[in-house]
């Protein structure tokens, strides 16, 4: 890996909407962007459950569709110095005795910060059936580890899905902007104890990558619309009601 410096930067523009009056006093939805410089090395990447497998077919397609581009990106960020946890929920036990695992579960606790009040308004999608698209209704632990195609660099990475071990690392390394992405926008990505909300909850600046994730949504179900369509809608609410989002593309640059 190259040797980062602190001027490495990454260039953020995070994204997100108000909802102000317009000329004639009408509420809108208005698409604000702020630019934020923040050094590399005080940047956290959160990947959260990119399993290897899924009960669902087309969330399993999409996974292994969208895993090497989450391995691009995360090379090219690892390389300017920021710092990545692999966070593939229920999948321990087969990282046990890996460094980047032990480097997590190993690291001195801190105490979490205060949980604050954040309003929680219902999601866009309904995804009350498992949200497959491809037919499958039987829920069950398909996952053993991480999708194959991400990388993970024992000598530097962390491995974990607890969230007392996440907030230590954030505090330990001086964390200014947790980045996250992975899988399903609608319920891990948000709901995880190292999720957006919880961060949030939490008060860690946080940011969702916005086309390096997916979410768990069937067509058949309200609001009627395209599987992209429901993740596109997932990740408005997101940025109206609980964090900014950013490009992949910021990462790399």
């Known amino acids: 890996m190259a040797t980062a410096t602190m001027a490495s930067l990454f260039r953020l523009h995070l994204r997100s909407q108000s909802l102000i009056p317009d000329a004639e006093g009408y509420a809108t939805w208005r698409t604000n962007t702020v630019e934020k410089q923040v050094p590399a090395t005080a940047t956290l990447i959160i990947i959260c459950d990119m399993w290897d497998h899924h009960w669902s077919r087309g969330a399993a397609e999409r996974v292994a569709r969208l895993a090497p581009r989450v391995n691009e990106v995360i090379d090219t960020a690892r390389e300017k110095g920021a710092w990545i946890i692999h966070a593939p929920s229920e999948t321990m036990d087969f990282y046990r005795d890996a460094p980047a695992r032990q480097r997590l579960a190993t690291l001195p606790r ?5 949980i604050v009040d954040h309003a ?7 995804a009350s059936d498992g949200g497959s698209d491809t037919g499958e209704t039987s829920w069950y632990k398909a996952w053993t580890r991480q ?7 024992q000598e530097r ?14 505090r330990h390394h001086e964390i200014a902007q947790v ?5 399903h926008t609608n319920m891990c990505v948000l709901n995880r104890p190292f999720g957006i909300k919880a961060l949030v909850r939490r008060g860690i600046p946080v940011a969702l ?9 069937n067509p058949a179900r309200p609001p009627y619309v395209s599987h ?3 993740t596109r809608l997932v990740i408005e609410y997101i940025e109206k009601f609980w964090c900014p989002t950013v490009a992949s593309s910021e990462l790399t640059q």
Request: aromatic fraction near 6%; charged fraction near 25%.
């Open 228 to 230: 992209e369509e429901g």
């Open 120 to 126: 929680d308004p219902p999601l866009p999608v309904d």
């Open 147 to 153: 999708h194959p195609a991400i990388h993970i660099d």
């Open 110 to 114: 801190v105490d979490l910060p205060e």
């Open 179 to 183: 980045l996250i992405l992975g899988v």
């Open 209 to 217: 990558v916005r086309d390096l994730t997916d979410a768990m949504y």
């Open 157 to 170: 990475d962390g491995i974990s899905d607890n969230a007392a071990e996440i907030f230590s690392f954030i």
